[in-house]
């Protein structure tokens, strides 16, 4: 699993969020975009950073930062989601994996001594131009958003 380097063109996407609606990362060209990837909606790490990122939101855009979230829950489940914890941000579905293997977040867990494939759970502050300006692996549910406000100065 590769990681993403700083300053490296973020892998584009186009995928579908919690609404049906398509989400590209061209949508977002001229800002800058916090994309974070969970394993699992309503699950409570995922919860605890999710709703965090939700707190968060109105400072971030205060900064100038979009926010989306990706797991590769099908668009239904991050409905319901979103409703029950009034997120307000796109939570887009990757349910083939395919976005989260471009930025190497898509790799070999291990639970109770499973071992199995899943979302590495991860962050990327992504610039104005689409490059990465910091990438965050293995990032504690709680740390997405301080990372990010400390990258942001």
Known sequence: ?????????????ALQDQDGK???LADFKGRKLLVYF???????????????????KKDLAKLGVAVVGISPDKPSKQLAFDQKYGLGFPLL????HAVAEKYG????????GRTYMGIIRS????????????AWYKVSPKDTVPNAEAALG
């Open 22 to 24: 398509t989400v590209k």
């Open 123 to 134: 962050s990327f502050l992504i610039d104005e131009n689409g490059k990465v300006e910091r």
């Open 38 to 56: 969970y394993p699992k909606a309503d699950t409570p790490g995922c919860t605890t950073q999710s709703c965090s990122v939700r707190d968060s």
């Open 105 to 112: 977040v898509w790799g070999e867990k291990v639970n109770y």
């Open 93 to 96: 579905s990757d349910a083939d």
């Open 1 to 13: 699993m590769a990681h993403l380097k700083e300053g490296s063109k973020a892998p584009t996407f």
